[in-house]
């Protein structure tokens, strides 16, 4: 994988500053021909052809009427298709934000897995709502991610066509050509219009590490990602839209470095995990610190939402199942028993979190063990709940990747809701 980044950028979003590359906010960003992506909170493509307009993703509810606005200071033509690059509420759900006055429904177009994503959604509206609050609010309950406009579920435009393997679309004699590719979930698609060399990736690329790990989310498929990722490479595409961030126009070498170099990260990852589980398949958290992370300089994979160390627990999570290798953890105490076990032999659990404290500077890992275990041995002692939550605030303070920001940001604002006052 080659280390140093490109020097020369050939779009706005490109001179961006690093850290908003992920969640850069613009268009519309013409990439060829009557093509314009923007983003905001997630990116949407627009072709326009003489059959109407193609729309690669429409983003979420809430986001979707902001990138329309964009799109249609450009065209106003009717949708004639949507696209939909995989099932998530930021790509899937905001089409009726695009449509124009009196058009009829347009073709929506997915892969076959994606009305299963759907159905599970409707299965656990409540959790996904708390793992999303706890992912992008930095709490359990946070009033955004509880509202209709983030609601999981079924789009009020589901797909009227779905494919298995691969797709070719014309509209208004413009192709279109549509890949499955498992990644960041199993319902992946990208497409490729050769006419205009506009490549739009979806979640597979997002400027940062790719969300190969997400803690909380279903399973992901790096090795897939890799191959699809090499697959894109060789379609000489000179644009890339990405699912977040910017576009690259016009830039062919770039675009190509890009995908080559993440593929190249990925399999690293891949490898370097399995390497490891093959020497004698040690415990999993074992797995996790032998394995040599892969790190690059280049600013499209830095860990600014998800980070390598999530992906090694991922793929371990396929080859490895759901125990941790750990004999005690086959089948566990409950946690509360624990805790209150080591905090009677460790003085009470006031002695667990000074200690905690006492470790935090040169080890901050080790000090969350024992401060979790402080909290959960006196869950109702407002002494020892601030304390865990100063910890969890210092240690989320100190992460890159917005994954691990906010998950410790929740466990000190979980920590602090046991207070009577909260």
């Given at each position: 994988?080659?280390?140093?980044?490109?020097?020369?950028?050939?779009?706005?979003?490109?001179?961006?500053?690093?850290?908003?590359?992920?969640?850069?906010?613009?268009?519309?960003?013409?990439?060829?021909?009557?093509?314009?992506?923007?983003?905001?909170?997630?990116?949407?493509?627009?072709?326009?052809?003489?059959?109407?307009?193609?729309?690669?993703?429409?983003?979420?509810?809430?986001?979707?009427?902001?990138i329309a606005d964009r799109i249609r200071t450009r065209t106003d033509l009717p949708v004639h298709t949507a696209i939909y690059t995989h099932g998530h509420i930021d790509h899937a759900f905001g089409l009726e934000?695009?449509?124009?006055?009196?058009?009829?429904?347009?073709?929506?177009?997915?892969?076959?897995?994606?009305?299963?994503?759907?159905?599970?959604?409707?299965?656990?509206?409540?959790?996904?709502?708390?793992?999303?609050?706890?992912?992008?609010?930095?709490?359990?309950?946070?009033?955004?991610?509880?509202?209709?406009?983030?609601?999981?579920?079924?789009?009020?435009?589901?797909?009227?066509?779905?494919?298995?393997?691969?797709?070719?679309?014309?509209?208004?004699?413009?192709?279109?050509?549509?890949?499955?590719?498992?990644?960041?979930?199993?319902?992946?698609?990208?497409?490729?219009?050769?006419?205009?060399?506009?490549?739009?990736?979806?979640?597979?690329?997002?400027?940062?590490?790719?969300?190969?790990?997400?803690?909380?989310?279903?399973?992901?498929?790096?090795?897939?990602?890799?191959?699809?990722?090499?697959?894109?490479?060789?379609?000489?595409?000179?644009?890339?839209?990405?699912?977040?961030?910017?576009?690259?126009?016009?830039?062919?070498?770039?675009?190509?470095?890009?995908?080559?170099?993440?593929?190249?990260?990925?399999?690293?990852?891949?490898?370097?995990?399995?390497?490891?589980?093959?020497?004698?398949?040690?415990?999993?958290?074992?797995?996790?610190?032998?394995?040599?992370?892969?790190?690059?300089?280049?600013?499209?994979?830095?860990?600014?939402?998800?980070?390598?160390?999530?992906?090694?627990?991922?793929?371990?999570?396929?080859?490895?199942?759901?125990?941790?290798?750990?004999?005690?953890?086959?089948?566990?105490?409950?946690?509360?028993?624990?805790?209150?076990?080591?905090?009677?032999?460790?003085?009470?659990?006031?002695?667990?979190?000074?200690?905690?404290?006492?470790?935090?500077?040169?080890?901050?890992?080790?000090?969350?063990?024992?401060?979790d275990y402080a909290l959960e041995a006196a869950p109702d002692n407002p002494v020892i709940a601030e304390g865990v939550a100063a910890l969890y605030t210092d240690r989320g303070a100190r992460e890159s990747s917005?994954?691990?920001?906010?998950?410790?940001?929740?466990?000190?604002?979980?920590?602090?809701?046991?207070?009577?006052?909260?």
């Amino acid at each position: 994988m080659d280390e140093n980044p490109a020097s020369q950028w050939t779009s706005a979003a490109q001179q961006a500053p690093q850290d908003a590359k992920f969640f850069w906010t613009g268009g519309p960003v013409e990439v060829a021909a009557d093509t314009w992506f923007a983003s905001l909170g997630s990116g949407v493509t627009a072709f326009a052809t003489r059959g109407g307009l193609v729309l690669v993703d429409t983003g979420a509810r809430l986001f979707a009427g902001g990138i329309a606005d964009r799109i249609r200071t450009r065209t106003d033509l009717p949708v004639h298709t949507a696209i939909y690059t995989h099932g998530h509420i930021d790509h899937a759900f905001g089409l009726e934000s695009f449509l124009v006055e009196g058009q009829g429904a347009p073709q929506v177009v997915a892969q076959e897995r994606m009305a299963e994503r759907f159905a599970r959604y409707e299965r656990s509206p409540r959790h996904n709502a708390t793992v999303n609050s706890r992912q992008f609010g930095g709490r359990e309950d946070d009033p955004t991610f509880q509202g209709e406009e983030l609601r999981f579920g079924f789009p009020t435009y589901e797909p009227t066509r779905s494919y298995q393997h691969s797709l070719e679309l014309d509209v208004g004699g413009t192709a279109f050509e549509l890949h499955a590719c498992r990644g960041e979930t199993d319902d992946h698609t990208w497409i490729y219009c050769p006419e205009r060399r506009v490549l739009c990736t979806g979640d597979l690329i997002i400027w940062g590490v790719p969300n190969a790990g997400n803690p909380q989310k279903a399973q992901r498929y790096p090795w897939d990602w890799a191959a699809g990722l090499r697959a894109m490479a060789e379609t000489g595409a000179a644009s890339l839209c990405p699912g977040h961030g910017g576009p690259v126009v016009n830039d062919p070498r770039l675009v190509r470095r890009i995908l080559q170099d993440t593929a190249a990260f990925l399999e690293e990852v891949v490898e370097r995990t399995l390497a490891v589980l093959e020497d004698g398949s040690p415990p999993h958290v074992d797995v996790v610190r032998r394995v040599e992370l892969p790190r690059s300089e280049a600013p499209w994979l830095q860990p600014v939402y998800d980070e390598a160390e999530f992906i090694v627990r991922n793929v371990i999570r396929y080859y490895g199942g759901w125990w941790s290798g750990r004999p005690s953890e086959l089948k566990p105490a409950p946690r509360a028993d624990v805790a209150a076990e080591l905090a009677a032999l460790s003085g009470g659990p006031g002695r667990l979190l000074d200690r905690a404290v006492e470790l935090a500077p040169r080890n901050m890992a080790l000090a969350c063990h024992l401060a979790d275990y402080a909290l959960e041995a006196a869950p109702d002692n407002p002494v020892i709940a601030e304390g865990v939550a100063a910890l969890y605030t210092d240690r989320g303070a100190r992460e890159s990747s917005l994954m691990a920001t906010n998950l410790y940001r929740s466990a000190a604002a979980g920590a602090l809701s046991r207070l009577p006052s909260a």
